[in-house]
């Protein structure tokens, strides 16, 4: 296992709680009042119904990965961190984040591995939230009630 | 109102050079919009239109119309979605002209990153709101289109095999293009057996690190009237971003399948109909989703299409990239969607290399995606045909 850069993440204003909950090993997503759309990334205005009544929610913290890369070599802080997994976690709330997985083999992940959080601390008082592949001994995540909204048509931005 | 017929792309310059450690990127603007102009057969002091994009040193293009002495600029635009902004400039210098606010419209990049140049600026990216969710955990520019592969690969079965046909057609055109950073051509062994820069891509999936640029001179049909070169008309044009859509993004497909059929609608015609395209390769994955997206093979038939030879010029079933393209020959600047463009117009006017000029060449599509696969990107399609 190689151990993994943890660069402090810029914190805004409106993410701020976010990265200090990690810091607390919780993973807090931002969540619409009024259509109950989980958000991602988190940001305090609804991207699916324009709603600026958000709040944030505690998730589970476990998901599957939807794809993954083995970086060979990394640039900038993982320069030297040697080959690690960059990938999209989708959340059992949802949303699909960007992430590594972490504590296994580079070469022992696949696409629609369980996998749970885990919290690399930045030493800033903010940390990252990563996954870890959930051992075959682990209680299997509960199932999470879809609270998405449908997304049947590619979106479009602009 | 519709831009079909409405412009015609009169000029067209690709820099020869690849490596240019001496000179300023202002300077390589100057040197292909010279080139671009020439080859339409105009002077600079006709061009009342200037667009360029993040490439370009200084605020928005304004440093550019100075450096080049341009005095009639009427119309300004740096619309930027990374390495496709070149495609949207055509299309909107189209569109400009057809409602009269121009009539020679120039579009310059320039970039020298081999030389270790400055990147483009590619927007803000680092005040971009999403940045603190995703800059620290190592991204690479090859780790997010890999990310693309590796889905589409699971959900369609594509193999890496498959992926290398692209490199292995690109390179197979690349050998006749004099100027083509990489000239060899490969095999799909070659491409597999080159090192793994982020799984599942080799580095012969990746393009071609290049200095240098291009430019192209639109203008008004009478203007294009009264010059000594092949027409080549503005048919139709998509442009569409595609972004994570709050968190579902979907890595199997690109912004293409939005800016594709805006355009067909647009020139009237079908993806039958193309007989060339050039096809943005930042990566070989990058094509393989653009073909299926613009409707040459169904979504998920994208590996099985490009086998056996069909992007290979002059015969294949669906030349692309008939010069090298930024797999082999170049990617100036770190964007693909200038030359793109200009080797489109190569094929349209019967300049391409002999030995990969498509026969009768009437209709061609030019295809740029900016940004990423794998998290957002500008997409842009143009359909451009040959007039007699
Ligand atoms: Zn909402």
Redesign the interface.
């Known amino acids: 296992m190689t151990s993994m ?8 204003p409106d ?1 701020a709680a976010y990265w200090h909950a990690a810091a607390e090993g919780r993973l807090l997503l931002r969540r619409c009042d009024e259509c109950a ?7 305090p205005f609804c ?2 119904c324009a709603g600026s009544s958000t709040s944030w929610v505690e998730a589970v913290g476990t998901g599957s990965v ?13 320069r030297e ?1 040697g080959p ?1 997994v ?3 976690v989708e959340l059992d709330e ?7 997985v972490v504590d296994c083999p580079v070469d022992g992940v696949r ?2 591995q369980r996998v749970t959080a885990v919290f690399h601390d930045t030493g800033q008082g903010t940390a ?1 939230p ?1 996954f870890r592949p959930i051992g075959a001994d682990e209680i299997p995540a509960v199932e999470i009630a879809a609270v ?1 909204t449908a ?1 049947d048509e ?5 | 109102m519709t831009i079909r017929g409405a412009a015609c792309i009169a000029g067209a310059y690709e820099h020869p050079e690849r490596v240019i450690p001496d000179r300023t990127v202002a300077q390589i603007h100057a040197e292909v919009a010279v080139g671009a102009i020439a080859d339409a057969g105009l002077s600079l002091a006709d061009v009342d239109a200037y667009f360029c994009a993040g490439d370009a040193p200084g605020l928005g293009g304004i440093s550019m119309v100075e450096y080049l002495g341009l005095r009639k600029v009427r119309q300004l635009d740096s619309t930027e979605t990374g390495g496709s902004s070149y495609l949207l400039h055509v299309a909107h210098a189209a569109a400009a002209i057809a409602v009269g606010k121009c009539r020679v419209a120039l579009i310059t990049l320039a970039g020298n990153p081999r030389s270790g140049g400055r990147a483009p600026g590619g927007g803000a990216q680092g005040g971009a ?12 520019v ?2 997010m289109y ?3 592969a ?2 589409h690969m ?1 959900e369609f079965g594509t193999t890496s095999a498959q992926l290398a046909e692209i490199r292995v057609a690109a390179s197979h055109h690349a050998q006749y293009n004099p100027h083509a950073y990489l000239r060899e051509p490969v095999t799909v062994d070659e491409v597999l057996a080159s ?7 080799h580095r012969l999936d990746c393009c071609v690190i290049t200095d240098g640029g291009g430019a192209l001179i639109v203008v008004h049909p009478d203007v294009a009237r009264d010059l000594q070169r092949p027409k080549v008309a503005v048919l139709g044009a998509g442009e ?12 199997t ?1 690109s ?1 293409a ?2 800016s594709g059929p805006i355009a067909f609608a647009e020139a009237g015609i079908t993806p039958a109909d193309i007989d060339y395209v050039s096809i943005y390769d930042s990566f070989t994955i990058t094509v393989l989703e653009t073909l299926e997206d613009l409707g040459f093979c169904d979504k998920g038939a994208g590996g099985r299409f490009v086998m056996d030879g069909t992007l290979q010029a002059p015969f294949g079933r669906l030349p692309f990239n008939t010069d090298g393209g930024g797999l082999c020959n170049n990617h100036p600047g770190n964007r693909g969607g200038m030359t793109k463009v200009i080797e489109a117009v190569r094929q349209l006017r019967g300049e391409a290399n002999p030995e990969v000029q498509v026969p009768d060449c009437e209709l061609a599509l030019a295809h740029g995606t900016g940004g990423s696969l794998g ?2 990107m500008g997409s842009a399609t143009l359909i451009l045909g040959r007039q007699d």
């Open positions: 850069p943890t660069p402090a993440p810029y914190v805004t993410a759309t989980v958000i991602w990334y988190p940001r991207p699916s939807y794809s993954f890369t083995i970086t060979r070599k990394g640039q900038g802080a993982y961190a690690y960059l990938a999209y949802g949303p699909r984040m960007l992430t590594n696409v629609g990252l990563r998405e997304v590619p979106a479009v931005g602009g | 709101p999403e940045s603190p969710f995703e800059n620290p955990y190592g991204l690479s090859p780790g890999a990310l693309a590796q889905r699971y090192p793994m820069v982020s799984d599942p891509l569409a971003p595609k972004h994570g859509d709050n968190g579902r993004i979907d890595l497909y912004g399948v939005h998290t957002r």
